[in-house]
Protein backbone atom coordinates (compact mmCIF):
# COMPACT_ATOMS: atom_id res chain seq x y z
CA UNK A 1 0.00 0.00 0.00
CA UNK A 2 1.44 3.67 -0.76
CA UNK A 3 1.74 5.66 2.01
CA UNK A 4 0.28 8.67 0.00
CA UNK A 5 -3.40 6.65 1.04
CA UNK A 6 -2.97 8.75 3.84
CA UNK A 7 -2.04 12.41 2.21
CA UNK A 8 -4.15 15.29 3.31
CA UNK A 9 -3.94 18.17 0.61
CA UNK A 10 -3.45 21.85 1.42
CA UNK A 11 -3.53 21.42 5.26
CA UNK A 12 -1.95 24.42 7.04
CA UNK A 13 0.33 22.79 9.68
CA UNK A 14 1.21 23.89 12.84
CA UNK A 15 4.76 22.37 13.55
CA UNK A 16 7.97 24.38 13.98
CA UNK A 17 9.96 23.69 10.86
CA UNK A 18 12.61 20.90 11.83
CA UNK A 19 10.30 19.35 14.28
CA UNK A 20 10.37 15.88 15.06
CA UNK A 21 6.70 15.64 15.07
CA UNK A 22 7.11 15.82 11.29
CA UNK A 23 9.45 11.84 11.15
CA UNK A 24 7.50 10.28 13.55
CA UNK A 25 4.27 11.50 11.22
CA UNK A 26 5.97 9.95 8.43
CA UNK A 27 7.28 6.44 10.02
CA UNK A 28 3.70 5.94 11.16
CA UNK A 29 2.22 6.49 7.68
CA UNK A 30 4.64 4.21 6.38
CA UNK A 31 4.26 1.51 8.51
CA UNK A 32 0.50 1.21 8.59
CA UNK A 33 0.77 1.55 4.68
CA UNK A 34 3.19 -1.62 4.81
CA UNK A 35 0.81 -3.14 7.77
CA UNK A 36 -2.09 -2.10 4.94
CA UNK A 37 -4.09 -0.88 7.07
CA UNK A 38 -6.59 1.29 5.28
CA UNK A 39 -7.60 4.86 6.64
CA UNK A 40 -10.95 4.17 7.32
CA UNK A 41 -10.29 1.33 9.68
CA UNK A 42 -8.03 2.86 11.34
CA UNK A 43 -8.83 5.50 14.81
CA UNK A 44 -6.53 7.62 16.34
CA UNK A 45 -7.19 8.99 19.39
CA UNK A 46 -5.28 12.01 21.25
CA UNK A 47 -5.40 14.46 24.16
CA UNK A 48 -3.87 17.48 23.81
CA UNK A 49 -0.26 19.49 22.71
CA UNK A 50 1.42 19.81 19.11
CA UNK A 51 1.99 15.53 19.26
CA UNK A 52 -1.89 15.41 20.08
CA UNK A 53 -2.33 17.04 16.32
CA UNK A 54 -0.73 14.73 14.46
CA UNK A 55 -4.38 13.12 13.32
CA UNK A 56 -5.78 16.42 11.83
CA UNK A 57 -2.77 15.84 9.30
CA UNK A 58 -3.31 12.40 7.73
CA UNK A 59 -6.31 10.48 6.63
CA UNK A 60 -7.90 8.77 9.61
CA UNK A 61 -10.62 8.83 11.93
CA UNK A 62 -9.57 10.25 15.29
CA UNK A 63 -10.86 11.54 18.38
CA UNK A 64 -9.26 14.24 20.45
CA UNK A 65 -10.29 14.05 24.21
CA UNK A 66 -9.57 16.23 27.15
CA UNK A 67 -5.84 17.24 28.30
CA UNK A 68 -4.45 13.46 29.77
CA UNK A 69 -7.30 11.71 29.03
CA UNK A 70 -6.19 10.03 25.77
CA UNK A 71 -6.47 6.26 27.00
CA UNK A 72 -9.98 6.25 28.28
CA UNK A 73 -11.51 6.80 24.46
CA UNK A 74 -8.63 4.47 23.26
CA UNK A 75 -9.91 1.52 25.32
CA UNK A 76 -13.62 2.09 24.91
CA UNK A 77 -13.23 2.55 21.04
CA UNK A 78 -11.14 -1.04 20.95
CA UNK A 79 -14.10 -2.58 23.40
CA UNK A 80 -16.83 -1.96 20.86
CA UNK A 81 -15.03 -2.50 17.77
CA UNK A 82 -12.22 -5.02 18.02
CA UNK A 83 -11.82 -4.81 14.58
CA UNK A 84 -10.90 -1.16 14.13
CA UNK A 85 -7.06 -0.81 14.91
CA UNK A 86 -6.53 1.62 17.69
CA UNK A 87 -3.91 4.16 18.23
CA UNK A 88 -3.54 6.44 21.29
CA UNK A 89 -1.20 8.84 20.81
CA UNK A 90 0.07 12.40 22.53
CA UNK A 91 2.99 13.88 24.57
CA UNK A 92 5.18 13.13 27.11
CA UNK A 93 3.25 15.79 29.16
CA UNK A 94 0.28 14.77 28.11
CA UNK A 95 0.34 11.21 28.55
CA UNK A 96 3.08 10.78 31.49
CA UNK A 97 1.97 13.95 33.33
CA UNK A 98 -1.90 15.16 32.87
CA UNK A 99 -2.68 10.98 31.58
CA UNK A 100 -0.24 9.30 34.16
CA UNK A 101 -2.99 7.77 35.93
CA UNK A 102 -4.63 6.53 33.02
CA UNK A 103 -1.20 5.50 31.26
CA UNK A 104 -1.04 2.33 34.88
CA UNK A 105 -4.30 1.51 34.32
CA UNK A 106 -3.83 0.94 31.01
CA UNK A 107 -1.26 -1.02 30.80
CA UNK A 108 -3.01 -2.76 33.79
CA UNK A 109 -6.03 -3.74 31.37
CA UNK A 110 -3.79 -4.74 28.53
CA UNK A 111 -6.26 -3.37 25.33
CA UNK A 112 -5.56 -4.16 22.39
CA UNK A 113 -4.15 -0.77 21.00
CA UNK A 114 -0.84 1.15 20.36
CA UNK A 115 0.19 4.00 22.91
CA UNK A 116 2.55 5.98 20.77
CA UNK A 117 4.27 8.88 22.83
CA UNK A 118 6.17 11.66 21.70
CA UNK A 119 9.16 12.52 24.27
CA UNK A 120 10.69 15.74 23.82
CA UNK A 121 11.50 16.18 27.47
CA UNK A 122 9.28 19.26 27.30
CA UNK A 123 6.25 20.99 27.14
CA UNK A 124 6.48 21.94 23.52
CA UNK A 125 2.95 23.46 23.03
CA UNK A 126 2.72 25.88 26.47
CA UNK A 127 6.02 27.34 25.48
CA UNK A 128 8.98 25.26 26.75
CA UNK A 129 8.23 24.38 30.93
CA UNK A 130 9.92 21.22 31.94
CA UNK A 131 7.48 18.11 31.39
CA UNK A 132 8.01 14.48 33.35
CA UNK A 133 10.92 13.39 31.59
CA UNK A 134 12.86 16.70 31.62
CA UNK A 135 16.30 15.59 33.12
CA UNK A 136 17.89 16.94 35.99
CA UNK A 137 19.33 20.26 35.60
CA UNK A 138 17.41 21.33 32.88
CA UNK A 139 16.32 24.84 33.42
CA UNK A 140 13.41 26.91 31.71
CA UNK A 141 11.92 30.13 31.93
CA UNK A 142 9.33 28.16 35.30
CA UNK A 143 12.19 25.90 36.58
CA UNK A 144 14.76 28.96 36.41
CA UNK A 145 17.25 26.84 38.95
CA UNK A 146 16.82 23.52 37.15
CA UNK A 147 14.80 20.54 37.43
CA UNK A 148 15.36 18.78 40.79
CA UNK A 149 12.68 16.09 40.54
CA UNK A 150 14.06 12.57 38.97
CA UNK A 151 12.91 11.82 35.35
CA UNK A 152 9.85 9.76 35.08
CA UNK A 153 10.73 6.62 33.03
CA UNK A 154 7.80 5.19 31.47
CA UNK A 155 9.43 1.91 30.13
CA UNK A 156 10.59 0.36 33.31
CA UNK A 157 7.26 1.31 34.91
CA UNK A 158 5.38 -0.58 31.69
CA UNK A 159 7.50 -3.50 32.14
CA UNK A 160 6.95 -3.66 36.05
CA UNK A 161 3.01 -3.38 35.57
CA UNK A 162 3.38 -6.24 32.97
CA UNK A 163 2.88 -4.33 29.69
CA UNK A 164 3.06 -7.22 26.81
CA UNK A 165 5.02 -4.93 24.53
CA UNK A 166 7.38 -1.90 25.58
CA UNK A 167 9.85 -0.27 22.99
CA UNK A 168 11.75 3.00 22.63
CA UNK A 169 12.51 4.94 19.35
CA UNK A 170 14.14 7.90 17.87
CA UNK A 171 12.09 10.38 15.47
CA UNK A 172 15.68 11.36 14.19
CA UNK A 173 15.89 7.26 12.52
CA UNK A 174 12.91 7.47 10.63
CA UNK A 175 13.03 3.65 9.02
CA UNK A 176 14.34 2.36 12.08
CA UNK A 177 10.96 3.99 13.76
CA UNK A 178 8.95 2.77 11.20
CA UNK A 179 9.86 -1.17 11.92
CA UNK A 180 9.18 -0.65 15.64
CA UNK A 181 5.81 0.52 14.87
CA UNK A 182 5.23 -2.22 12.73
CA UNK A 183 5.99 -4.55 15.85
CA UNK A 184 3.67 -2.87 18.07
CA UNK A 185 0.79 -2.40 16.13
CA UNK A 186 0.98 -5.89 15.04
CA UNK A 187 1.59 -6.86 18.96
CA UNK A 188 -1.63 -8.03 20.41
CA UNK A 189 -2.57 -6.57 23.70
CA UNK A 190 -1.21 -3.30 25.26
CA UNK A 191 2.05 -1.48 23.01
CA UNK A 192 4.07 1.13 24.58
CA UNK A 193 6.46 3.23 21.88
CA UNK A 194 8.28 5.72 23.56
CA UNK A 195 9.57 8.25 20.84
CA UNK A 196 12.71 9.97 21.91
CA UNK A 197 12.18 13.60 19.41
CA UNK A 198 13.97 17.15 19.25
CA UNK A 199 11.94 20.01 20.07
CA UNK A 200 13.65 22.97 18.01
CA UNK A 201 11.84 25.64 20.32
CA UNK A 202 12.01 25.12 23.85
CA UNK A 203 14.59 22.21 24.45
CA UNK A 204 17.71 23.77 23.58
CA UNK A 205 20.02 20.77 25.30
CA UNK A 206 18.45 17.38 24.13
CA UNK A 207 18.87 18.26 20.76
CA UNK A 208 19.04 16.08 17.14
CA UNK A 209 22.87 15.68 17.91
CA UNK A 210 22.25 15.30 21.52
CA UNK A 211 19.71 12.27 20.94
CA UNK A 212 22.18 10.95 18.27
CA UNK A 213 25.27 10.99 20.89
CA UNK A 214 23.25 9.83 23.62
CA UNK A 215 21.25 6.97 22.57
CA UNK A 216 22.03 3.22 20.78
CA UNK A 217 20.02 0.38 19.66
CA UNK A 218 20.26 -3.19 21.08
CA UNK A 219 21.80 -5.67 19.57
CA UNK A 220 20.80 -9.43 19.08
CA UNK A 221 22.27 -10.43 22.54
CA UNK A 222 19.62 -8.45 24.09
CA UNK A 223 16.70 -10.90 25.16
CA UNK A 224 13.52 -8.63 24.66
CA UNK A 225 11.61 -11.52 26.29
CA UNK A 226 13.31 -11.86 29.29
CA UNK A 227 11.92 -9.54 31.44
CA UNK A 228 14.80 -8.65 34.26
CA UNK A 229 16.94 -7.97 31.47
CA UNK A 230 14.37 -5.84 29.82
CA UNK A 231 13.93 -4.00 32.98
CA UNK A 232 17.60 -3.53 33.51
CA UNK A 233 17.73 -2.60 30.08
CA UNK A 234 15.16 -0.11 30.74
CA UNK A 235 17.07 1.62 33.78
CA UNK A 236 20.38 3.14 31.34
CA UNK A 237 20.58 6.32 31.81
CA UNK A 238 24.12 6.72 30.91
CA UNK A 239 23.18 5.93 26.55
CA UNK A 240 19.63 5.06 26.32
CA UNK A 241 18.43 2.14 24.58
CA UNK A 242 16.38 1.93 20.95
CA UNK A 243 14.43 -1.05 19.78
CA UNK A 244 12.15 -3.47 21.77
CA UNK A 245 13.16 -3.50 25.01
CA UNK A 246 10.65 -6.17 25.96
CA UNK A 247 7.89 -8.52 24.80
CA UNK A 248 5.73 -11.55 26.09
CA UNK A 249 3.33 -12.99 24.05
CA UNK A 250 -0.16 -14.98 25.53
CA UNK A 251 -1.47 -12.65 27.59
CA UNK A 252 -5.55 -11.55 27.49
CA UNK A 253 -6.66 -8.48 26.37
CA UNK A 254 -8.59 -6.17 27.91
CA UNK A 255 -11.78 -7.01 24.99
CA UNK A 256 -11.25 -10.82 25.74
CA UNK A 257 -11.35 -10.76 29.93
CA UNK A 258 -14.76 -8.71 29.88
CA UNK A 259 -16.47 -11.82 27.85
CA UNK A 260 -18.45 -9.46 25.79
CA UNK A 261 -17.22 -11.47 23.29
CA UNK A 262 -17.10 -15.25 24.23
CA UNK A 263 -20.38 -16.32 22.72
CA UNK A 264 -20.72 -13.38 19.86
CA UNK A 265 -18.11 -12.00 17.93
CA UNK A 266 -19.78 -8.95 16.33
CA UNK A 267 -18.79 -5.87 17.34
CA UNK A 268 -20.67 -4.43 20.14
CA UNK A 269 -21.09 -1.06 18.34
CA UNK A 270 -23.01 -3.04 16.11
CA UNK A 271 -25.02 -5.42 17.98
CA UNK A 272 -29.03 -4.50 17.85
CA UNK A 273 -30.85 -4.31 20.95
CA UNK A 274 -33.95 -3.74 22.05
CA UNK A 275 -34.05 -0.73 23.94
CA UNK A 276 -37.29 -1.82 26.00
CA UNK A 277 -35.79 -4.97 27.08
CA UNK A 278 -32.83 -3.46 28.20
CA UNK A 279 -34.24 -1.34 30.16
CA UNK A 280 -36.36 -3.94 31.71
CA UNK A 281 -33.49 -5.82 32.84
CA UNK A 282 -31.75 -3.02 34.18
CA UNK A 283 -34.77 -2.27 36.05
CA UNK A 284 -34.96 -5.58 37.31
CA UNK A 285 -31.20 -5.65 38.15
CA UNK A 286 -31.49 -2.87 40.58
CA UNK A 287 -34.96 -3.54 42.14
Not at 12 to 41: M, Q, T, Y
Not at 104 to 122: K, Q, S
Not at 240 to 267: A, H, M, R, S, W
Request: proline content about 6%; aromatic content about 10%; charged content about 20%.
Amino acid sequence: MDPKIYDMCDIDIAWCPGCGNFSILRSLKGALAELEIPPEELVVVTGIGQAAKIPHYFKTHFFNGLHGRTLPPATAIKVVNPELTVIAESGDGDMYGEGGNHFLHAIRRNPDITNIVHNNMVYGLTKGQASPTSQLGFRTPVQVKGVFLEPFNPLSLAITLGAPFVARAFAGDEERTKDILKMAISHKGYALVDILQHCVSFNKVNTFQWFKENTYYLDDSHDPEDRNEAFQASLQQDKLPLGVIYKCTGKKTFEENIGIYDQDQTPLSLRKMDRKDALKILIQTKS
